[in-house]
């Protein structure tokens, strides 16, 4: 394929690059992991990039999960700079990855060579940091910790996620460990990721 370069926006902040890769239907969130499989060979080039580097790949979901070769225009705005744990390979040629959740980000620049995008990525804060000192945000926690509790005796969800999240007084870290845990639509999950203020972060949780 023949090489040619995406200029998205000019940015004067500190831009870090690293390979892409997209999801479908998925999100990784900040201060969580997860495991994903991977097939397609745009995204098995894209983890052997970050396995021969620094281990730091970007994903973000792509809008139509039906697209097997998306455009940098196909993908939502936010994803997250992920760090590859582990990598296993099957003999059917597909992989599964475990990663870790690192910060949010945005697509600065991309560029494609013969074998998967490589980005350069913004990073992007969350606001309101200092909400999590307050009464409300314990309240809000407190209200999800209840609705996941609830989930769980009545659907038979996993044991354990409440307590484990209510050990978590960072703010970032339970917001994204909450929304990681949630039953919700695809949809919702990316909406939460995109958020970056806290107090509506959780309000959101608190609304689903």
């Known amino acids: 394929m023949e090489e040619k370069q995406i200029k998205i926006k000019k940015s004067t902040v500190q831009l870090v690059t690293m390979p892409l890769m997209t999801l479908k239907e998925l999100c990784v969130y900040p201060h ?16 052997n990039a970050a396995a021969e580097g620094e281990c730091i790949l970007f ?28 990598c296993i390979s099957f003999p059917n040629g597909r992989h599964r990855i475990i990663v870790e959740g690192l910060y949010r980000g945005t697509i600065q620049r991309a560029q494609y060579t013969e074998t998967h995008f490589t980005v350069q990525i913004k990073k992007l804060p969350t606001k309101g940091k200092k909400y999590a000192d307050t009464m409300e945000f314990h309240a809000q926690k407190q209200i999800i910790l209840d609705q996941l509790e ?10 354990g996620a409440a307590r484990r999240l209510s050990m978590l007084f960072d703010g970032d870290a339970f917001s994204f460990g909450a929304a990681n845990t949630i039953e919700v639509p695809f949809i919702k999950k990316q909406e939460l990721l995109g958020e970056s203020d806290l107090k509506t972060r959780l309000s959101l949780m608190v609304e689903y």
């Open 150 to 159: 609830e989930y769980r005796t009545t659907f038979h969800g996993p044991d």
């Open 59 to 86: 994903l973000v979901a792509q809008k139509c999960p039906e697209l097997e070769e998306p455009e940098i225009s196909d993908l939502y705005e936010i994803g997250t700079v992920c760090r590859l744990k582990e």
């Open 32 to 47: 969580t992991q997860m495991a994903v499989d991977v097939a397609r060979p745009v995204s098995i080039s894209a983890i």
